[in-house]
Nanobody
Framework: QVQLVESGGGLVQAGGSLRLSCAAS????????MIWYRQAPGKQRELVAR???????NYADSVKGRFTISRDNAKNTVYLQMNSLKPEDTAVYYC?????????WGQGTQVTVSS
């Protein structure tokens, strides 16, 4: 059983920063690819950032240069550093991974950016 637990969301003013964490536990390799998604009210869930087992990263165009995904393999934790936040970044942020033919999602963490 794999569990993903996000934390770090909250309310921040535009231009501020937050760091989200996603701690993975259970039978999952430390180097498994991990993805951050987000879903704003009334919108589809969208990919925000991804980090592969080899450390390759890619980002949605809307967050390039502002967000950074990273991982601490010793803690089996993935982070999303979010800088220069904008009101349009307001969403529930989810951690995701795919392993052994299964999709695993975290419970989500709310990020609200006020203007």
């Amino acid at each position: 059983q794999v569990q993903l637990v996000e934390s770090g969301g909250g309310l921040v003013q535009a231009g501020g920063s937050l760091r989200l964490s996603c701690a993975a536990s259970g039978s999952i390799p430390v180097f498994n690819a991990m993805i951050w998604y987000r879903q704003a009210p009334g919108k589809q869930r969208e990919l925000v950032a991804r980090i592969t087992s080899g450390g390759y990263t890619n980002y949605a165009d809307s967050v390039k240069g502002r967000f950074t995904i990273s991982r601490d393999n010793a803690k089996n934790t993935v982070y999303l550093q979010m800088n220069s936040l904008k009101p349009e970044d307001t969403a529930v942020y989810y951690c995701f991974t795919h392993y052994d033919l299964h999709d695993y999602w975290g419970q989500g963490t709310q990020v609200t950016v006020s203007s």
